[in-house]
């Protein structure tokens, strides 16, 4: 087989591969694509309609937005964009709102930390709490707790997190 790969010519190489791209039906999967593409862009939970929906709801928002990207423009370069106002004032409302949901995604992976979709829930206890301290296994990490004393099966909720631990508070206070 590798002698035979080695003896063919570009020629003979080209005219093979063209032969097995055309048995492939590329047209056919060509068109699969953007049937698939457009009925992902047509779903109610697609980037143009989150655009749209966005676009709508605070319009003058996008306004304001692009009206003073534009006097900023204008700022920096007086004598030369004053043709240019009415289409940068245009553009700037149209990109107004993906500058937003860019800004709001790069906001939102700085200021996520593991743990914070753990607040609020109620867990049972493995281990004791000892002198306020112990620790548990959650989503395959090891969490240090810090609370009140508790015995083993108490119910306890979580209520704060701060680096690897997390602060609970029994639901059933006993007595």
Request: charged share 20%; net charge positive.
């Amino acid at each position: 087989m590798e002698q035979e790969k080695q003896q063919m010519t570009l020629a003979q190489r080209l005219r093979k591969s063209w032969a097995d791209l055309r048995q492939t039906n590329v047209r056919a999967q060509a068109h699969y694509t953007v049937f698939r593409t457009t009925q992902h862009i047509k779903n109610k939970h697609g980037l143009v309609k989150r655009y749209q929906q966005r676009f709508i709801a605070g319009w003058e928002k996008w306004l304001g937005v692009g009206a003073g990207i534009t006097g900023l423009l204008m700022l920096l370069n007086p004598d030369g964009l004053w043709r240019w106002q009415f289409v940068l004032v245009l553009i700037g409302v149209l990109i107004a709102p993906l500058l937003a949901d860019l800004w709001h995604s790069l906001k939102k992976v700085f200021t996520e930390y593991p743990g914070k979709q753990l607040i609020g829930q109620v867990i049972t206890l493995e281990e004791a709490l000892v002198d306020g301290i112990g620790s548990i296994r959650l989503d395959n990490l090891e969490w240090q707790l810090a609370g009140v004393d508790c015995p083993v099966g108490t119910q306890v909720k979580i209520i704060a997190i701060n680096d690897r631990t997390l602060y609970i508070t029994p639901l059933n206070p006993t007595a």
